[in-house]
């Protein structure tokens, strides 16, 4: 009886395996091509896990809110120096790992691009930046800045332009202007 029911939770598990690694797909039921980035606790882990050499790696400062969205944190992270612009980008949307800082872009936000041309980053997001974002002006400002003053930590990047599925947008819940590149936002640092 007990060799029947070890098999039976054995049976089951392999079960809930099976239907939890299933495909991701959009609301049209399509498989998407785009990468979702891990939550916080799976970049906590990851980078826990990470025994990698850092030969390719570089040091940089990204930003996160402060617990009432009034300024910006700065958070160290080493991330790859191949395609840097898309990993620091990846690594703000991946979240804050420290308890006094806030991650303000919504979890399923997806990074669709990063390109840097004549000192501007330009920097594509899936609507869900817009479409999950549920703060106010203060908070628009600071998810604004944190992106920004990110990205701008590189030298060559003077400005960024935010891009909603490849087109820039007016705004991104009415309280700021998003149609124009921004230049590093230091009063809030």
């Known amino acids: 009886?007990?060799?029947?029911?070890k098999i039976l939770?054995?049976?089951v598990g392999v079960l809930m395996l099976v239907l939890i690694a299933g495909c991701t797909s959009d609301s049209k039921g399509s498989v998407t091509n785009e990468k979702e980035v891990p939550t916080n606790v799976e970049a906590a882990e990851n980078a826990e896990n990470d025994t990698g050499t850092n030969e390719n790696k570089v040091k940089v400062k990204i930003y996160f809110s402060n617990e009432d969205a009034t300024k910006l944190i700065a958070e160290e992270r080493e991330i790859s120096s191949e395609d840097k612009y898309t990993a620091?980008?990846?690594e703000l949307i991946k979240g804050t790992v420290h308890e006094h800082s806030v991650s303000l872009i919504p979890k399923a936000t997806i990074l669709r691009s990063v390109k840097v041309a004549d000192g501007i980053a330009y920097v594509d997001f899936n609507d869900a930046i817009v479409r999950n974002f549920n703060g106010g002006s203060g908070a628009e400002i600071i998810l604004v800045a944190s992106i920004v003053d990110t990205l701008t930590e590189f030298p060559e990047v003077q400005q960024v332009q935010i891009l909603l599925n490849g087109s820039t947008m007016e705004t991104i819940t009415g309280h700021l202007d998003t149609s124009k590149p921004f230049k590093r936002?230091?009063?809030?640092?």
Do not use: H
Not at 1 to 5: D, E, F, H, R
Not at 185 to 189: A, C, G, Q, R
């Open 88 to 90: 620091v980008i990846q």
């Open 185 to 189: 936002i230091t009063d809030v640092l």
């Open 9 to 11: 939770c054995a049976l």
């Open 1 to 5: 009886m007990i060799k029947q029911i």
